[in-house]
């Protein structure tokens, strides 16, 4: 019996980007890239969407695969803003460059950092082990800490939870 298995040469998540000054969101198609050094963002796509792009104090240069320098620019803006995925949020620094029709990159340090579960027959990305400064970890951990408070088995959480002035 032979087996065929149809995988897919790129996964997509579409996610929202949160521009930090209007709390306006933007969806796009992001691509996973295990080859990228960085999290990036197509220049034209920045800027017709009107996130604010900052000038990075030190230039980024960019090599080629091989480790040769790209003739093309260096990087030299980045963009702030705060990323959703599935009940999952952070704030991240994306790199502004020229990527065609690509409009947003995460690469390795990304993947590296939250290690989520990929389909790559599906395309179907989970996160399932994000780290501590992950939204998503943190509002997993409020909701044991709420979970505890109804209980009555921790008096200590309810005083986080609950302002001073209404402690009695």
Known sequence: MRRTLRLLREVWMRVGLEKLES?????????????????????TFAREKGFRIERMKKPLI???????????????????????????????????????????ILGMPWLAAHNPEIDWEKGEVKMMR?????????????????KKVERGEDKEVLKKLVPKRFWR
């Open 62 to 104: 960019v090599k080629n695969v091989d480790g040769t320098v790209n003739v093309g620019e260096a990087i030299m803006h980045q963009v702030e803003c705060n990323m959703f995925f599935k009940g999952h949020v952070e704030r991240v620094r994306i790199d502004v460059c020229n990527l065609g029709k690509t409009e947003v």
């Open 23 to 43: 709390h306006e969101g933007v969806a796009v198609k992001a691509l996973l890239d295990s080859g990228a050094t960085g999290l990036f963002m197509d220049t």
């Open 130 to 146: 994000c780290p501590p400064i992950c939204g998503k970890r943190k509002q997993e951990e409020k909701k044991r800490e709420v």
